[in-house]
Each structure stands twice: as C-alpha cells, then as structure tokens.
C-alpha cells in the first residue's frame, strides 16, 4: 500500500485516510467489542437529554464478557444478560460498522437506577426533557422501569413531581 492511504485507530485497526468525517473512538469500542451499548451519560448526551459533554465513553457490556483493551477513554459497565437488550438499538458509526445505543427511556431508567455514579440531578433533568419531547409517553417509560427494580420508584415517585 502507499505510504499515507491508511491510518492507525488502534492495535489492527485501521482507517482510509480520506475516509468520511466518523467517530474514530466509537469504532474502535465497537469494532472491539461488538456487544458495546452507548448507555448514561454517553447515551443521554446523543439522545440531547443532558447538555454535559462527556470526558469519556460510557460503555455497557453483559456481565458475562470481558472488556477489550481500547485507546479509547472508556468507562465500561456491566449490565445483567437478562436485561441488556431491552431498549438498545443499533448507530451507524462507519460505514459497515454500528454499535449499540440504549434508547432514551432505557437511558432514563439506568440513569435513576445507577444514580449513585453520577448523582440524581442528572437523571431528573433528563428525565423533565425527555417528557418535553414529541411522543414521550409516561406509561410506556413506567412499563420499562418495572423491569428494574433498583429504578421503578425512582422514576414513579420523579414522574408524580414532573406531572
């Protein structure tokens, strides 16, 4: 190959130099970890449900994998296997490559169920946003909290404040 036409993202991971404008951090997580879900604040910040800018990724895995080595600066997570695909969805972060995106009510949810990470005054604005949003549906945000138990209170009790 000639000198110049790729460049390096990470340990055999490798980019077209004049390839479109992407993510480079994004797909490394998602090119080494292909079960890797966006989720807190990482998730909230694309959702628009927080006007943080996050200094790192926030990365969920199932409890059952192990977290790759990545350049990338990364704070990874375990969710439980039961749960981790309930609200994720996929992001086109290349061509031909996609990582995984906690939907906004998933994101809500773990924000008030992981409150101990980052503080409940995040969750609470996220959530007074997100009910601001076209569509935003109470009922169906209560339905997925039922599934988490560390958050369904949280989230009801916050709910009967905002409303």
């Not at 994720?88 to 061509?95: A, C, G, I």
């Not at 906004?104 to 609470?124: C, K, M, Q």
């Not at 601001?132 to 009801?156: E, I, N, S, Y």
């Amino acid at each position: 190959m000639a000198e110049g036409t790729v460049h390096r993202l990470g340990r055999g991971i490798y980019r077209k130099t004049g390839a479109p404008i992407a993510d480079e951090e994004l797909i490394e997580v998602a090119l080494r970890a292909p079960e890797a879900t966006l989720c807190l604040t990482s998730a909230l910040a694309h959702h628009e449900l927080t006007d943080e800018i996050p200094s790192r990724i926030d990365v969920a895995l199932p409890r059952t994998r192990r977290q790759p080595r990545v350049n990338a600066p990364v704070r990874w997570h375990r969710f439980a296997d039961a749960t981790f695909h309930l609200g994720r969805e996929l992001l086109q972060v290349d061509d031909g490559v996609r990582i995984g995106l906690y939907s906004a009510e998933r994101t809500i949810v773990d924000s008030f169920r992981l409150r101990h990470l980052e503080g409940e005054a995040p969750a609470v604005e996220a959530l007074r946003r997100w009910l601001r949003t076209p569509g935003a549906t109470p009922a169906m945000l209560l339905d997925l909290a039922r599934r988490f138990p560390k958050a369904h209170d949280a989230v009801l009790t916050t709910l009967k404040i905002l409303l």
